[in-house]
């Protein structure tokens, strides 16, 4: 929100305070800018607190996004050079069916594939090798290291690479030699390419499917961990130990509602670690909750000194405006005060006071 939001904010909340006459002991809001500022001038900077909810939610949705990154760069981005050799292959094939002649350097047309890419640099010798093969003119010639090549292929501990050897061998012609069957061969060497690719890319795709449903393990907090999910964690963590400090990350958040307050003050929220391998926006979001530290712990204090506070109180209030919210977004709001009021009551599982009809 920006200054005109900041504004009704404000003049909201004075509406409640001078008109309403409603002095709360605490202002519970999240981390936008307008509700900080408005509350703390309205009801004083003492009444103001951020509760546990948004303070996770703003941590979570950065590591969130910074887990979307590295899925990008760790699989995407290999699927994607599997797909643009496909369509190379495509255009080569488009050469051979019009009886037209490859380009001088085909291997220029070839996609550039990151070093640590093991399934795209497999692809890119598999291609170089074909067209070292195609790019013979001399159709005996051809056929002959053809097959010396598949013999070594054969030879390969990579399961893939020995299917496409047999997969070409099957085609191959017995005796003729002629311009049709080269053309034939050739063919079928791009198709069987292909078909190559493609199996390149399916354990890729279940690699990338397996991290997007285990990737949650990352944010279990100990009081939610059973052995299960420990072994989850655990084999997680092994395939992927470069997202630990993503995990210490959110030990650490959950640790500011499970600690001691007078630990908290001194150690922990100051030194929520901010590390080069992370994202603007998870820098921003840990930048963010350190600004708001008061707030945070003050939230922390009332709890504590209202122990009898519902526990869904305690940590979450955001469920009050989505419950509120669905009443309105229903068409409800068309109905009369009295049966409007009946339906709030009956959503959120409370009395309601109605300060409309007073202003």
Not at 9 to 34: G, S, T, Y
Not at 77 to 99: G, T, W, Y
Not at 281 to 298: N, P, Q, Y
Not at 308 to 337: D, M, V
Request: charged letters at 30%; hydrophobic letters at 40%; glycine letters at 2%.
């Amino acid at each position: 929100m920006g200054v005109e939001g900041e504004i009704e904010v404000e003049r909201a909340l004075r509406d409640v305070k001078d008109d309403l006459h409603i002095d709360p002991q605490m202002v519970v809001h999240d981390f936008v800018p307008a509700s900080c500022s408005a509350t703390e001038k309205v009801y004083g900077i003492e009444k103001s607190a951020i509760d546990p909810f948004h303070v996770m939610q703003e941590i979570n949705r950065a590591i969130r996004k910074d887990l979307t990154c590295y899925r990008k760069k760790r699989f995407t981005a290999e699927l994607h050079e599997c797909h643009l050799f496909s369509k190379v292959v495509n255009d080569f094939q488009k050469f051979f069916k019009l009886n037209l002649k490859l380009p001088s350097n085909p291997e220029s047309c070839l996609p550039n594939v990151e070093i640590t890419h093991k399934t795209g640099q497999s692809a890119l010798d598999m291609t170089r090798l074909v067209l070292e093969i195609v790019k013979i003119t001399d159709y005996t010639l051809f056929f002959v290291v053809l097959r010396q090549r598949l013999r070594q292929l054969h030879q390969s501990s990579e399961l893939n690479i020995k299917a496409f050897a047999m997969a070409i061998e099957e085609h191959l012609p017995t005796r003729s030699t002629t311009q049709k069957a080269y053309i034939r061969t050739v063919l079928d060497l791009f198709k069987k390419l292909k078909t190559f690719y493609a199996e390149a890319r399916r354990p890729i795709k279940t690699q990338q499917t397996k991290f997007n449903k285990r990737k949650w393990a990352l944010f279990y907090q100990p009081e939610n961990l059973n052995l299960d999910r420990v072994k989850l964690l655990t084999r997680f963590l092994a395939i992927y130990p470069e997202l630990q400090p993503y995990r210490d990350l959110t030990l650490s958040m959950g640790s500011i509602y499970r600690l001691p307050l007078t630990l908290l003050k001194d150690q922990l929220i100051d030194q929520l670690p901010i590390r080069e391998e992370y994202s603007d926006d998870l820098k921003t979001a840990i930048a963010t909750i350190k600004k708001h530290k008061a707030e945070i712990l003050r939230f922390r204090e009332f709890c504590q000194k209202n122990p009898k506070l519902p526990k869904k109180c305690r940590a979450n209030t955001e469920y009050i405006n989505q419950h509120f919210h669905e009443i309105f977004q229903s068409g409800l709001y068309l109905k009369e005060w009295n049966r409007l009021e009946n339906e709030i009551e009956l959503q959120m599982g409370g009395q309601v006071r109605n300060f409309i009809s007073a202003l």
